[in-house]
């Protein structure tokens, strides 16, 4: 630059040296100027198409994705899952459900050697047989649902509890066989059934005969309801497609935990359907119970209580005494 002269002896390393910290300071725009080149960037990752949502809750603190507080992991654990602020119910895996339900947590399995065969080969951006192998090795289950045999306030009870972590809690085969055998095995037996949804709805990796289970189960409740055996469906969040279709709705006492997702198309399809705004709470348990869908909305703390007085109202036949 003409006219321009730079002090004598001046350098930038040495000028560092005369500002404390100046040199540190300088390396850290330097790397801020890397950083801030990924900003713009997108990452390459592969897409994520396991289409199901993980939350994960490892940690010590959980964010409640209502109130947005965050929640020490002991309390929520103590507190039934269900956030001690707003009073949210958070999703919770089919065992932890049984261990809320039964007497001591204690129950027996059964059905749990039953595994799908996938009939179609199914593929599509996976193999459907490696999305099961996965969830099994995920899960610890071979399908998404557990039957079990328990007590519920020294009742005993048959109950099916559904696992929406392995593929949604979609209903395939084994799940609607599953299901089927805990209706037979309560209706032979005069025990009551309690089944508890938490599903994406039919299975659509195993097409039409994941559509069969549907007809299947509902022929197994029919014949229960003429043996006159209790059924209690309780739906969890979410509640949706075939499962709402079918048994979910089926019971003598339908009830659901608050703020569930309960519907059978999503709320998006039905908008472009109708060609009108939704109303607010659309779907949720709340909603249902106002437009005469549901019998109750009953809270997870009152859950075991609730269902205990329906049964005894309901006399199951197995337990007047003779
Ligand atoms: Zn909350």
Redesign the pocket.
């Known amino acids: 630059m003409p006219g321009y002269e730079a002090e004598p002896g001046y350098s930038r390393s040495r000028r560092l040296k005369r500002v404390p910290g100046a040199r540190q300071l300088y390396a850290r725009s330097a790397t801020l100027a890397i950083n801030t080149m990924a900003w713009f960037k997108r990452e390459s990752a592969p897409l994520d198409t396991s289409g199901e949502k993980r939350v994960k809750t490892e940690g010590l603190w959980v964010k409640?994705d209502?109130?947005r507080?965050i929640i020490w992991k002991k309390d929520l654990d103590q507190n039934s899952n269900v956030?001690p602020?707003?009073d949210?119910h958070f999703r919770i895996d089919a065992r932890t459900r049984l261990s809320y339900l039964l007497d001591d947590g204690k129950y027996e399995m059964e059905d749990s050697n039953l595994v799908s065969t996938d009939p179609l080969k199914f593929t599509d951006l996976k193999s459907y047989a490696g999305r099961l192998q996965r969830s099994q090795q995920e899960t610890g289950l071979n399908d998404a649902v557990i039957n079990a045999r328990g007590k519920l306030d020294g009742k005993p009870v048959i109950v099916s509890a559904m696992e929406y972590a392995f593929i949604g809690g979609s209903m395939g085969t084994v799940v609607g066989e599953m299901i089927t055998r805990a209706i037979e095995r309560a209706t032979a037996e005069k025990l009551p059934l309690i089944v508890v949804s938490a599903s994406g709805g039919a299975r659509m990796m195993e097409g039409v005969i994941s559509l069969m289970q549907l007809a299947k189960i509902s022929a197994a409740l029919a014949r229960m309801d003429d043996a006159k055996v209790p059924y209690i469906s309780l739906m969890t969040d979410p509640t949706t497609g075939g499962v709402t279709a079918s048994f979910a709705m089926l019971g003598d006492l339908n009830i659901a935990e608050p703020g569930a997702l309960i519907g059978f198309a999503g709320p998006r399809v039905i908008e472009q359907t109708i060609r009108q705004k939704l109303p607010e709470g659309f779907q949720r348990s709340e909603f249902l119970l106002e437009h005469g869908m549901l019998d109750a909305v009953v809270r997870r703390h009152e859950l075991k209580a609730y269902i205990s007085r329906a049964l005894d109202f309901m006399k199951v036949p197995a337990l007047i005494p003779a």
């Open positions: 409640c209502q109130c507080q956030c602020k707003c949210r």
